[in-house]
């Protein structure tokens, strides 16, 4: 944990993870007024933009909690996406993804600055955090990841796999049958996670009625807090004393149903029925 979050944690009691909040402003809020009043630190695991009703909402709060000492932030690829367009690069426009953020932005009177302070707080977030054995990084975790917080993003290799496989995670192969009903992304990487370490990561919904986990024969442990929120899930999150982050006591994360492929290809049916009923 790098001395600059460490003074950011002074005096506070707690830090509160959470998952993707994809423009999802009320919500956010709520959670952060409430993390405050318990004396929490806030650290997102990213995608606080696109899809949701209010991108630039989030983004400004989560600008203003930060310049206020309460928020840091690992960057998800919806962040880094906005990132590159920020820099003038060619980026694709998904109508509910980054196109739906600019969108937005167009009526935000501090259209520019909002940008500007928005892509400043992307590129000095760490592209991994490190609190011990608890990890916080958006998709992936990798053995290369261990003992240490990544770079900034602005310092980053933006082309090489660990920056890839950080924010877009372990893709399938295009001929694998199972691509369609369990996801793009599988998670063979579980078992590079060490006994005793927890991984949270955002990015991939396993659930949308509550935190999931998955755990390898060492012990080792992936907890997800995606749980879809602009998809009509929650918003999910989980508190650690700050004895915790510090190392000065051991970790003690509350056990979580694991993830079953049944839920998810329940999840993935029903996202495919609403894609199409849209498109109809």
């Known amino acids: 944990m790098d001395f600059e979050l460490t003074s950011r944690l002074h005096g506070k009691s707690g830090v509160r993870f959470f998952g993707d909040i994809h423009g999802c402003l009320a919500e956010f809020q709520a959670l952060a007024d409430d993390a405050i009043a318990r004396n929490h630190h806030l650290h997102s695991l990213g995608d606080l933009i696109d899809r949701g009703p209010d991108s630039p909402g989030c983004m400004r709060l989560a600008c203003d909690?930060?310049?206020?000492?309460?928020?840091?932030?690992?960057?998800?690829?919806?962040?880094?996406?906005?990132?590159?367009?920020?820099?003038?690069?060619?980026?694709?426009?998904k109508p509910n993804g980054l196109a739906s953020t600019l969108a937005q932005l167009q009526s935000a009177p501090d259209r520019e600055r909002l940008c500007r302070r928005y892509f400043d707080l992307i590129l000095e977030s760490h592209l991994w955090s490190c609190f011990g054995r608890i990890y916080a990084v958006h998709a992936a975790f990798d053995p290369e990841m261990l003992g240490c917080d990544g770079p900034l993003l602005r310092d980053s290799d933006w082309s090489s796999p660990l920056h890839r496989f950080a924010l877009e995670g372990e893709m399938r192969c295009e001929d694998d049958p199972e691509r369609w009903a369990l996801g793009r992304r599988s998670f063979n990487w579980l078992d590079s996670v060490p006994a005793g370490v927890t991984v949270m990561i955002g990015h991939s919904v396993a659930s949308t009625d509550g935190l999931r986990e998955r755990r390898n024969a060492a012990g080792g442990r992936i907890v997800h807090l995606d749980t879809g929120l602009e998809r009509g899930g929650r918003l999910s999150y989980i508190d650690l004393p700050v004895a915790v982050i510090e190392c000065l006591a051991t970790p003690a994360i509350s056990a979580f149903p694991h993830v079953t492929d049944l839920e998810i290809r329940k999840l993935r049916a029903e996202k495919q029925a609403a894609l199409q009923t849209r498109a109809g």
């Open 65 to 93: 909690l930060h310049d206020a000492g309460w928020l840091d932030l690992t960057p998800g690829n919806h962040d880094e996406r906005f990132a590159c367009w920020m820099k003038g690069e060619p980026v694709t426009l």
